[in-house]
């Protein structure tokens, strides 16, 4: 016989007084419905040729439907005879009840444990415990939890106060160090499925819910796609938790907040909405946690699924930066942005970006201003180069030869003598040779991806021009354009350019340089148009802030970048102290320098 | 409705856009005949001219890609399409029938025009030549001395085009004595400019190439005159555009080289009489003096002499030049400039130029004494 009979039971004392009120009403209609298809399973047994696993299914989903249905019912009854307003979503303090709700519902996974035991010894409280296998630490259950709760000797008072009876286990028993308190089914199972470990109480309607969480979670690695030179080697893991503890280890002060949401009707992920306060616009803040809360949708999976909605139009440019890297997260939230970290996504969503932010790399930070603004014109040529040169070519080559020098001219002539395809076709055939290339190497393993690339890029180059498919000078120019839309740092940056690329080439082949230039002004009129939380896409240069130049293009020293970005509206706009004091105003400030040179003499 | 009509205006803006364009001659550099030069000669019949339009051969623009520096078989470069005609525009449909690809006039970089060529047949063709819409008017002009066919079928070991020959040498200034480059645009101006007649290199062609030492003088379309070589430096040390002129001086026999410097033109107007003076202030080279007999007074000495003899070349250029009633120097222009009033009361410059009382104040400074750079 079961421990937790209801006849055994010695709490359930006031179960056994209470008037049962199910007798009055017809069966249960589930029972009713089963017992009907199983007479029907046992007269078609006789028949041959009828497939008997539907009705069986239906049957076994009927017997799961009544027990969910018991329970409820006895959950229902049992809060109503208690002094509490009955409701189905409230916990009635009857741990069977709880164990049959549980089993007819999320405890047909293999993966969720549920286990009844007695609190005690000598006098034994029945308790329930939940959770799940994998997500939750064995060791924690084990220890903290249930040896503890099994040799605690102090039940008597767990039985004279049943109602605080989670007051006393989370005071003296368990020592788990984050433990909470709910009441409510929708909210229990949610933290079940997070890998908290539940504790049902007889008698008690409080739940313990204990923080056991431990995923199994990839380590710290270094970052994959923005690597650094000189900077910090690590990247975000998937945990959300590690994903905070990495920001927090950054930004130490207690004014950084992680504001928890949850999205997701289904896979109910956790997304931390975090920023600084007293340095971000509250204003700013707010937005992002209005539209967030207007997501709706039935999983999120991936961080960028929310970029659409942080977005305010549908643009080829992205508008939120997608990151892996902690330090750059650390350093935008100091600037005064919002980063947005999900669960399970390794990247974390910083706001609002602008179009230079993602130009600007860890590395412009480690290295000298000299070093950080070569790099950024560096970036910018590459910018050029990779957009413009396949245009220029075409439009030089077949529209507007006229500007050419003489000499190219007869140079460009030279090598596209017996080429069949126009200019355009040259670009379209190199280009599409370019990206199955990508395509392979992101798609296979390092190692091979490798020799693929370098052996594609060879083997087919060399073959396209021995076959007179394109000439030789195109395949310079195509190579230079896919390293150059690549120098853009951040992926999702060389995306619109690889897309806006074709809108040049267009342009060039119909209208030639004038087609280029008209082309230029449509794409930098729509970038000017952009605006994200009422940030403008193109600050500082649209509209024109000064102050905020110096952390453009060129990156200039430190100490002379004293304000935070205008367009964010800052609470706190200065963000460092005016520049370094110099020797001859603070000499105090140098005097062991000039102390050594005096030695010297 | 609003919303339509910011379609219309959205449509009308694009289509203008697309169809002001003038872009829409979407054809490959190497389906079309790059027309590098392009001569004028007089045609037999008096009232037509010939135009040659010329461009390297297919095989020469392969080879100029491969970094090849000659023709395989000692072949021309260079082929030539002729085209006879009353305009510019029936020689050019002429020269098209006779090819298979588009003449492009767009890379032309050299115009040569036989000095043979009447003014009303220059005129024409100059005036079809400013409106050829792909013609950027850069193309480096020279004077033929009699056909410009037969100068251009001449080649130089030192270019394969002659096209390129000319960009080379007129587009360095320190490869020529006199920087004579004359382009498309700048004879325009001169042109319809009152007060300025304009003025070209003239191309001798020669065994090895090509000479280019002597300016052709024009007053308008009418050819006048070539001077020799060395009215032409003189000429050139009168615009300032003298860079390695040199002076032989037989007493000292010493040679003052480099003279270079500026040449500054001003004009005034005294009881009605128009004077014009011109200031040089050159630099230059001794050289092929003896180190030990080099002194201050001597190369003072030197200097002198040197500036008499050149003020001495110039006045009687000038002087040659008003007798010839043509004004390459624009003496005219700058009394415009300096005058307009007493400019503007003269209804003929040309009746008034030869009355011009001319002065030039030469001062030649040796700066240094050595070798030839």
Known sequence: MWPFSRHKSKVGAKRSTRANRLDETPKNPAIKLMETLKTSEETLEYLTGVDLGLLKDLITETKTFSKRLEALIQDFTQGKSSSQSPTLDQFSGDVEAAYDRLKSTVGQSPDIIIRRFFIGQSHQVPALLAFVDGLASNEMIDQDTVTLMQTFKGTESLLKNPAIAHQIIHDSVVSVGHATVETKWSKLIIDLMGGNTIVWIQGCPEVLVLDTVKYPARAISAPMTERAVKGPQEAFNEVILTQMNLIRRRIKSPNLHFDPVKIGQLSQTLVVVAHVEGVTNPELVMAVKR???????????????????????????????????????????????????????????????????????????????????????VRLLGLFVGLLLPPLYIALSSVDPELLPTKLVITIAGSRVGIPFPPIFEVIIMWTIIEILREAAIRLPKGLSTTLGTVGAIVVGTAVVKAALVSDIMIVIITLTALGLFTSPVYEMAVPWRILFWFVILAAYFLGVYGIILSLIVILAHLASLENFGVPYLSPFGPLRIRDLKDSWVKFPEDAMVYRPTSLRTVSPKQRTHHTKKPMVYPQLHQAQKEHFDDEV | MTRFKVWVKIATVFGLVFLLTGCWGNRPVNDRILVLCMG???????????????????????????????????????????????????????????VSKDLYLGQLQLLVISNQLKPMLLKRAITSLQSIGTLDKTPYIVVAN???????????????????????????????????????????????????????????????????????????????????????????????????????????????????GPSHLTTQVINGQVRATFDIHLTAMLMGLDAHTETPQKISEISQTTSQIIAKRCVALVRQLQR?????????????????????NFVHWHQEYPKVHVVVHCVVKITDVGTTK
């Open chain 2, 324 to 344: 010839q009633d043509v004004d390459p120097l624009g003496i005219g222009r700058m009394l415009s400039w300096q005058h307009p009033h007493t400019f503007s």
């Open chain 2, 146 to 260: 009699g056909s410009a066919f037969r100068m251009l079928q001449q080649t130089s070991p030192q270019a394969k085009f002659p096209s390129l020959y000319f960009i080379s040498l007129f587009g360095c200034v320190s490869c020529q004595t006199d920087a004579l480059g004359i382009r498309f645009w700048q004879y325009l101006v001169r042109i319809d400019t009152r007060g300025v007649d304009p003025y070209l290199p003239v191309a001798l062609p020669f065994s090895q190439g090509y000479r280019v030492d002597r300016v052709a003088l024009y007053r308008g379309y009418h050819y006048i005159t070539m001077l020799d070589p060395i009215q032409t430096t003189t000429f050139g040390i009168l615009q300032g555009l003298s860079h390695k002129v040199s002076v032989f001086l037989p007493k000292q026999q010493a040679t003052v080289a480099f003279l270079t």
């Open chain 2, 40 to 98: 004028i000669d007089p045609a037999k019949s008096p009232n037509q001219f010939t135009v040659i339009f010329q461009s390297p051969t297919p095989s020469a623009v392969t080879n100029s890609s491969q970094g090849s520096s000659s023709a395989s078989g000692g072949q021309s470069e260079v082929f030539a399409v002729k085209g006879t005609g009353q305009s510019l525009e029936a020689a050019f449909n002429q020269a098209q029938a006779k």
């Open chain 1, 291 to 377: 539209r967030l809360a207007d997501i709706q949708i039935a999983n999120l999976e991936y961080s960028n699924t929310l970029s659409e909605s942080l977005s305010s139009s549908h643009s080829l440019f992205p508008q939120v930066r997608s990151t892996e890297r902690a330090d750059i997260v650390a350093r935008d939230l100091s600037m005064g942005k919002v980063a947005i970290m999900v669960d399970n996504t390794p990247y974390a969503l910083t706001l609002p970006a602008t179009f230079i932010d993602f130009y600007q790399t860890t590395d412009d930070y480690t290295a000298s201003f000299w070093e950080a603004s070569l790099e950024r014109l």
